[in-house]
């Protein structure tokens, strides 16, 4: 069953073809985010109109490089939630209307089901049940995914998202958006003991919070200008690496014991974060536990992996009509 998936929920317009949740026939990724630096962060406006601009070329580049035509795909599926609003709209409608005329099935897929399921595409042999930690720019969670269409939310951030603190701690050193992955890049020549940072405390034992670990670098920003110093930027990034990968991972393990998973599987933006890579590794491995790390190209946002999860959705019978909506928010266990 070949899909075509559409990607618009921020600032990256994908499509990609996926044989059977599996293998990739075509990749397409248009990112908008030379012209969000300019601001700091994404602009929801901007990334709409750049989706509306680029998402015909984008998906015609994707079946053109699968060497298939829309009427040779057997259904297509889009994002559908979460993510901002105007941004989604752009690739449920543009969905809609290749599915009406076409004559395929439409469906709906979770933002976040999709970066589990990079997973499937980079390890054959990586099947439900496991543990996922699911970190990106907007979501922390710890998820047992029981089937591929079948969560359960053991754990979440009770405010700032992971990828969120990661460009905050970024900015304070003077690294433009999105400074995650700039910081893990000058973070290999800092002293990760250089800098004290606190271990949030949580309600939940599975929870994150990082609003205080934000704070905590703005402080330390803010006292080294009062005495004329700077943060040593990589000095900062990898204390703050080294800080929040360690968290990521102590909670996912407790969970993993808890709940009696030996599989783990990281997802989204910040499973590129090389600390958190290696702790992941050298723990899991400690344990004798399973790791499965989704392969850089597939960590951001992409279409391969809402082409991947719509596959397991089409399975399971889940499809979208004409009156399909796009949704800001939406919990990974809700069904469209
Ligand atoms: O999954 P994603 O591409 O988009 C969302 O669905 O939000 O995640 C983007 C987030 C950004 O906050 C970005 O700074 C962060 O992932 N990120 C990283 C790294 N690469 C991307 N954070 C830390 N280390 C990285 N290497
Ligand atoms: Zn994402």
């Known amino acids: 069953m070949k899909i075509l998936g559409i990607e618009s929920s921020c600032d990256e317009t994908a499509a990609a073809v996926v044989e059977d949740g599996r293998t990739v026939l075509s990749s397409v990724v248009h990112t908008q985010v030379a012209e969000h630096e300019l601001y700091g962060g994404v602009v929801p406006e901007l990334a709409s109109r750049r989706h509306v601009e680029s998402i ?15 009427e040779d795909v057997d259904a297509v599926a889009v994002t559908a939630a979460p993510g901002l609003i105007g941004a989604v709209l752009v690739g449920v409608n543009f969905a809609k209307g290749l599915a009406l005329s076409c004559g395929k099935p439409l469906i709906p897929v979770h933002h976040i089901r999709g970066h589990v399921a990079a997973n499937y595409v980079a390890h054959p042999d990586l099947k439900p049940p496991f543990l996922a930690l699911i970190v990106s720019g907007g979501h922390s969670h710890i998820v047992a995914v029981r089937d591929y269409c079948d969560y359960e939310i053991l754990g979440r951030t009770t405010d700032d998202a992971a990828g969120e603190a990661f460009d905050k701690a970024a900015r304070s050193v003077g690294l ?42 703005i402080n330390l920003a803010h006292n080294a200008e009062q005495k004329g110093e700077r943060l040593v930027p ?3 990034a990898a204390s703050f690496c080294k800080k929040v990968s360690g968290i990521l991972w102590e909670k996912t393990e407790k969970a993993a014991s808890r709940y009696g998973f030996d599989k ?6 910040v499973s590129a974060n090389s600390w958190l890579r290696a702790e992941a590794e050298e723990r899991s ?7 499965y790390l989704p392969p850089l190209s597939l960590t951001g946002d992409n279409a391969v992996m809402i082409a991947a ?15 399909l909506n796009g949704f800001p928010y939406m919990e990974i266990t809700e069904q469209f």
């Open 56 to 70: 015909c070329g984008v998906v015609k580049k994707a079946l053109r490089d699968a060497s298939l035509k829309a």
């Open 176 to 217: 433009s958006y999105p400074g995650g992955v700039k910081l893990d890049k000058i973070s290999h020549e800092g002293n990760p003991e250089a800098y004290p940072l606190p271990t949030p405390h949580t309600e939940g034992e599975f929870n994150f919070s990082f609003s205080g670990l934000k704070t905590a670098v």
């Open 234 to 236: 990589e000095d900062l």
């Open 264 to 269: 783990i599987v990281l997802a989204g933006g």
């Open 285 to 291: 491995a400690a344990r004798g536990w399973s790791l």
């Open 309 to 323: 999860q719509g596959y397991y959705e089409a399975q399971a019978g889940h499809r979208g009509d004409m009156t």
